[in-house]
């Protein structure tokens, strides 16, 4: 990953009734950017949808988690020479300006190796119920971890400069969150957050189920007790 372009990686599953909008969004992206969709085993032909417009799209065959289709498309970045990679959601949440945002950012400083799109930086509310107490717990986790504040700790909007994404690369995580951030720190990359808002999502199916939220929790915490404990781990 040593050329100037960046790029997209859109993980999504069954999001037909969103992903029209943000195919329409990224035609307004930074021109030196290019998109990779990961078509993570959906069911409802989101993954033709793409291909008819002429879309670059990776599919999987059988649904493999967020995680996974994020290492696709990392993976796709690293082959193909790409100078960073961003995460943007397929589920028409993000904001186009708020992800050219992080790129300019890159360019003026490409010191920094992990960007993160803050939803709470940029003055929305938390969560409230399960996920709210999850999220904030894990928070306070990466703060004593890396002694660094870090407020949205679960943003699915990330830029990762070349370190990072080779950083990435060789890590045991679980969804790229929490446990993510603090591998990245112990490992020596440096984390900046940027401010951006979010949209409620309309449609589409979320990657995560409230029925698999304990077994996330406890695996999430291994992995970040982990991380205090190794600095980083190879998978």
Do not use: W
């Not at 660094?148 to 990330?158: A, E, H, M, R």
């Not at 979010?198 to 304990?214: C, F, N, P, W």
Request: charged letters at 20%; hydrophobic letters at 40%; one cysteine or more.
């Amino acid at each position: 990953m040593t050329g100037d372009r960046g790029l997209i990686i859109i993980p999504m599953y069954n999001e037909a009734g969103s992903i029209e909008r943000v195919r329409a969004r990224l035609e307004q992206r930074d021109p030196a950017c290019d998109v990779v969709f990961i078509n993570d085993g959906s069911r409802d032909g989101c993954g033709k949808l793409l291909e008819a417009a002429g879309c670059n799209v990776i599919h999987h065959p059988i649904n493999l988690g967020y995680l996974e289709a994020l290492r696709s498309g990392l993976e796709y970045g690293l082959a193909n020479g790409y100078g960073f990679v961003a995460f943007f959601d397929g589920d028409g949440q993000h904001r186009i300006e708020d992800l050219n945002q992080l790129v300019q950012h890159h360019r003026a400083h490409p010191e920094d190796d992990l960007l993160i799109g803050s939803r709470y930086l940029g003055g929305q509310r938390a969560a409230s119920g399960l996920r709210h107490l999850v999220g904030q717990t894990y928070a306070l986790f990466v703060r004593l971890a890396t002694r660094q504040t870090i407020y949205d700790v679960t943003s699915g909007l990330k830029l990762l400069n070349h370190r990072a994404a080779e950083t990435m690369r060789g890590l045991v995580l679980e969804d790229g969150h929490a446990e993510f951030l603090v591998f990245m720190s112990r490992s020596g990359c440096r984390i900046r957050e940027l401010p951006i808002q979010v949209e409620a999502r309309r449609q589409g199916t979320s990657m995560y189920h409230l029925s698999k939220m304990i077994l996330y929790t406890l695996r999430t915490s291994f992995l970040v007790v982990l991380a205090l404990l190794t600095g980083s781990s190879k998978r």
